[in-house]
């Protein structure tokens, strides 16, 4: 079975949970836990990275106490981003991955707002992490661990 929400793999974007730090932001309405994300300087809302349009990240948008793992942080409502650290595993969102996908294969930063793509070339820029879970066709959501 796909699995398309962060809770098809558990509670929680940071699944070590191994003194991660957090940074404030304000949701804007689109971006859900689990976007790769930037904090816009001119609103201080979270918005998704997009692979050359907007080539920024600041973290990964976290769980909301209120609204869970599933539902976009309303515009203007304070949220958190995690500031991934290498070696730690964590829930993120991933464009379909179309086939299935082995343990170990990398991901990087996407042309989709907020969304990882897989690659199988090792040298493509952009790099971010390797599968933690084998991925599924129709997978819209993957474990990975942050390089």
Known sequence: MAKTKIS???SKIAVDD???KYIPALGDGT?????LCYIDPSDGKAKGSDVGVVEFFSGIMAESKITGTETAIVAGVPC???QPKSGHNYRI???D?????????????????GKAIKTTNLLDPGIIGRL?????NGDTVCEITWV
């Open 8 to 10: 098809d793999l558990g």
């Open 18 to 20: 191994r003194d991660e």
């Open 31 to 35: 971006a859900v836990p689990g976007d």
């Open 80 to 82: 958190e981003l995690l």
């Open 93 to 95: 969102r991933i464009d």
């Open 97 to 113: 991955l179309g086939g299935t996908v082995v343990h170990g294969n990398a991901v990087k930063f996407g042309a989709n707002a």
């Open 132 to 136: 933690a879970l084998e991925g599924l």
